[in-house]
């Protein structure tokens, strides 16, 4: 798989945007990535590029660049960052919009568990965000830190969950995920590959030969979503990978699915991986 060089950033400007911002961020920084941050701003209001979260006095922060660096040290990352402020009344659409014309390796975006409906910048699923791409997203959902420390950017990942039937197959998944944990450059851990069901039923799935990380297949029995989560809680899970069927978006894909429902109440970062 190649790296995710094309990061999508998608902002309300709120608390858990700026937890997604760091996430976005790091992964961008890690492969020398192209990072763009969107607002909507609709109608009202006079949004600036200076109330954007600032990528140079992050990576200060976190020890990256010297103080005072400015856009020129960001630059000598080989890291290009782009901030566009949209006037756009319906966030989605304007989401949509820009995803059409410039193709996105990973979105990274926060979403809200809201009264049992996950909701994306105030916006109910079943909004298409994205049409026929099936781009990957890193949805971290509202009040949960994620595995990046806004601190100093290091990074907390040792236990994954990637649940896995016959279809959508995840080998695709399984795929991104070792792009994804390479690009981080992490030393190692532990990547669960959980099914629930039947023994003689589990996926074959060819693992990376190169990988530095534990692939561990556990298969249990139950409600497919509770095991999930049941599972996420028991492992002290920091990351869920789960593919997605479908191309019509990542937010229509969730609409009804078991993606959706874990969605609603996990309590760690989810990556779907639409097929």
């Not at 190692?188 to 959980?194: A, C, E, R, S």
């Amino acid at each position: 798989m190649s790296a995710l060089k094309r990061i999508f950033h998608p902002t309300d400007l709120s608390a858990a945007s700026e937890t997604a911002f760091y996430h976005a961020l790091r992964i961008a920084m890690s492969g020398h990535s192209g990072l763009t941050i969107m607002h909507v701003a609709g109608t009202h209001g006079s949004i600036h590029r200076d109330d954007f979260p600032s990528v140079s006095h992050t990576l200060e922060q976190w020890g990256v660049i010297q103080p005072g660096g400015g856009r020129e040290a960001v630059d000598k990352l080989d890291m290009a960052v782009r901030k566009i402020v949209s006037h756009s009344k319906n966030p989605a659409h304007a989401c949509e919009h820009y995803l059409q014309s410039h193709a996105a390796d990973l979105v990274v975006l926060a979403v809200h568990q809201h009264a049992g409906v996950m909701r994306w910048l105030h916006h109910a699923v079943g909004t298409p965000v994205v049409r026929n791409s099936g781009e990957k997203a890193l949805m971290i959902p509202h009040g949960i830190k994620g595995f990046v420390n806004p601190q100093d950017g290091s990074m907390v990942l040792r236990n994954i969950l990637l649940p896995m039937t016959q279809h959508p197959h995840p080998q695709e998944a399984v795929g991104v995920l070792h792009s994804l944990l390479n690009q981080l450059g992490l030393d190692g851990g532990t990547v669960i590959l959980l099914h629930v069901g039947n023994e003689a039923d589990v996926p074959v799935v060819h693992l990376p030969a190169d990988s530095r990380w534990q692939w561990q297949t556990q298969v249990r029995q139950g409600s497919v979503v509770d095991v999930i989560l049941q599972t996420a809680r028991d492992t002290d899970c920091d990351l869920l990978v789960m593919p997605t069927e479908g191309r019509n978006g990542f937010l229509d894909a969730l609409r009804g699915s078991t993606t959706e429902q874990v969605l609603q109440k996990t309590a760690c970062p989810l990556l779907t991986v639409p097929l």
